[in-house]
């Protein structure tokens, strides 16, 4: 540049014309400061373009990542709490050895669920947006927490941290997410609940209770054989198993009568109310009726079940029913219009008894561990042998067990379920709701789970169980999910 004005000013000086010159030189100083400027200009274009694509591949790994929560919701609701089995690590910690399974699951930091978002099953590949999400458990579900037992009651839930990462185009654009997520059963009382009960067969119920917003009857004393409803007993604690869900002795309640005999909720065939002549029954201390009333030191009932002081009264009335989660028809009709949008989606919607089992089968290969049975056309009736093996087994007191249950609803007025089985392992296991018709059943069956009827009619020897690993994983078609907080991983934005 130095060389070229001094050419410049030479012939500037040999010139007749010396402005001629001097417009060369401007045009030259000129170029010499836009140049600059110019190349500055294409370099902030430059780089904002490529923060513009940095962003879209931000806003695009985000709304990806969210996906991942959607797809971790959508598990909760059709698994089973127990196959949570990672530990959340603390605040800074890194993932401890339940997180670090070597094959890709829900419970692995290591190896978490991929879901690649163009709908092509398997793992995330290059250009290809995708979702990487492993669940940490902070707070376990456990179904006798201290607040059923508070008053004001409060619901009993699990707490579990979605750890979700969309990737754009498998990188760099990247957001994590972390999203806590608050799991509570549906609120219906978790036992055996009908309006109304009948029915002349030997009925066992194990290690939960009866509910009925009428009267009940037919009851037969749990300490000893013979014809009608009993109790699981403990002869070495002398009273019935304790209720796996509500930690108390298992036991009638109705607002009506509990009624020893079988013909009405009155007297008559040999039976009557059992709260008929006192409030305290001795043979009956932990069953509660409309009859019932306020109890006595001493008497023989009160505080019966020494560690919780159960029972203080026999009295039993709407506003106790409604603290077990009594509502009519047992759920809201938004709770039932979305187990039968489950049913649909499934592909388990008024389906001929013959194609439950072959459904059942594909979506527990799709990887759906609590599907839902939905008939709303008619009455059904169903028999163990319509159910996958996986769908039957033994009962089992642990907790963290690999367990399948089905959610069956037959919804509409006066819509019947028949459900006959067996009274030898493998049971169904299942939750019944029957909201506006009965549930009826003849000869031999058992069932591991819990019912919801308008009414029931049984006959025949029918046994009811609750065990320690459906009291611990309640069907997820029966929970709700609820975000309680949601934040972004910082040290894991746009790379």
């Not at 836009?34 to 790994?61: C, E, H, K, Y």
């Not at 456990?142 to 059923?148: A, F, I, T």
């Not at 309006?195 to 067969?201: A, C, D, L, V």
């Amino acid at each position: 540049m130095r060389s070229l004005l001094t050419r410049l000013l030479a012939r500037t000086r040999t010139s007749g014309h010396p402005e001629d010159g001097l417009g060369v030189v401007s045009v030259v100083m000129v170029m010499a400061l836009v140049s600059p400027l110019t190349v500055t200009a294409v370099s902030l274009t430059v780089n904002n373009l490529g923060n513009a694509a940095r962003d879209r591949q931000a806003l695009a790994a985000m709304a990806t990542s969210e996906v991942g929560v959607a797809q971790a919701l959508q598990f909760l609701r059709g698994g089973h709490l127990s196959s949570l089995s990672c530990v959340e690590p603390a605040p800074g910690a890194a993932p401890g050895p339940t997180c670090l399974a070597g094959t890709p699951s829900w419970v692995s930091a290591a190896r978490p669920r991929e879901f690649r978002t163009d709908g092509v099953a398997g793992a995330c590949t290059t250009a290809v947006d995708c979702v990487r999400v492993w669940i940490g458990t902070l707070v376990p579900y456990v179904p006798d927490c201290p607040g059923r037992r508070a008053t004001p009651q409060v619901a009993c839930s699990g707490t579990y941290r979605v750890h979700t990462t969309g990737i754009s185009g498998n990188g760099p654009g990247r957001r994590a997410l972390e999203v806590d997520v608050v799991v509570t059963p549906y609120p219906f009382p978790m036992g055996v609940f009908a309006e109304g009960f009948s029915g002349n067969g030997n009925v066992g119920v194990h290690r939960m209770s009866l509910f009925t917003n009428g009267c009940m009857l037919n009851r037969q004393r749990d300490d000893a054989s013979g014809s009608g409803l009993q109790f699981a007993y403990d002869a070495a604690a002398g009273r019935p198993r304790l209720d796996l869900v509500y930690g108390q002795p298992a036991a009638a309640h109705a607002t009506g009568e509990v009624s020893t005999s079988n013909q009405s909720c009155g007297s008559g065939g040999g039976g009557e109310p059992i709260h008929r002549q006192a409030v305290c029954n001795v043979q009956f201390r932990f069953d509660q009726s409309g009859s019932g009333g306020p109890l006595t030191q001493g008497d023989g009932c009160r505080g019966a079940y020494a560690p919780t002081g159960y029972p203080t009264t026999s009295k039993f009335d709407a506003a106790e029913l409604e603290r077990y989660g009594y509502r009519p028809r047992g759920l809201t009709d938004a709770q039932y219009d979305a187990l039968r949008a489950q049913a649909q989606a499934q592909g388990t919607y008024n389906l001929p008894a013959g194609q439950v089992s072959p459904a059942l089968s594909a979506v527990s290969q799709a990887g759906v561990t609590s599907p839902v049975l939905f008939w709303d056309a008619g009455d059904v009736s169903l028999k163990a042998a319509d159910f996958p093996a996986s769908f039957l087994r033994g009962l089992d007191d642990t907790v963290a067990c690999s367990s399948r249950s089905v959610t069956v609803v037959v919804s509409g007025a006066g819509h019947d379920l028949a459900y006959t089985g067996g009274n030898t392992a493998p049971f169904l296991v299942a939750s019944l709701f029957v909201p506006d018709g009965q549930l009826t059943g003849q000869g031999g069956r058992n069932t591991i789970g819990t019912v919801f009827a308008k009414s029931i009619d049984l006959g025949g020897n029918v046994d009811f169980h609750m065990d320690r690993c459906f009291a611990s994983n309640p069907p997820g078609a029966v929970l709700e999910a609820h975000v309680v907080n949601f934040r972004e991983a910082d040290g894991s934005d746009v790379q």
